[in-house]
Nanobody
Framework: QVQLVESGGGLVQAGGSLRLSCAASGRTVSRYHMGWFRQAPGKEREFVAVISWSGGNTYYADSVKGRFTISRDNAKNTVYLQMNSLTPEDTAVYYC??????????????????WGQGTQVTVSS
């Protein structure tokens, strides 16, 4: 089993930045694709970003391209999401997820095997 714990969320003004962390335990996730998803109240969970197990491939939702950066440090078993130029539309609970990498990286939440409990990000206008 893999346990994922997100941290770094909070309240930030529009235009500000936050850096989310996802610490994994139970197993190394060095061979897992790692993704970030978010969910606002009353809305479906949506894809934000993913990084391949090798770190060589990253993909982003159109809504965050150019503003968010996903990265990983396999030595620390940790994944990060740097979020810049935040807007109120970014307000959501952000979830970290792990994919066993049996296939290529995916934007589909249902293909991820392990999930954290989420961290709240609130962006004020």
């Amino acid at each position: 089993q893999v346990q994922l714990v997100e941290s770094g969320g909070g309240l930030v003004q529009a235009g500000g930045s936050l850096r989310l962390s996802c610490a994994a335990s139970g197993r190394t996730v060095s061979r897992y694709h790692m993704g970030w998803f978010r969910q606002a109240p009353g809305k479906e969970r949506e894809f934000v970003a993913v990084i391949s197990w090798s770190g060589g491939n990253t993909y982003y939702a159109d809504s965050v391209k150019g503003r968010f950066t996903i990265s990983r440090d396999n030595a620390k078993n940790t994944v990060y999401l740097q979020m810049n130029s935040l807007t109120p539309e970014d307000t959501a609970v952000y979830y970290c997820a792990a994919d066993r990498a049996l296939t290529d990286v995916s934007k589909l939440a249902r293909l991820y095997d392990y999930w954290g409990q989420g961290t709240q990000v609130t962006v004020s206008s």
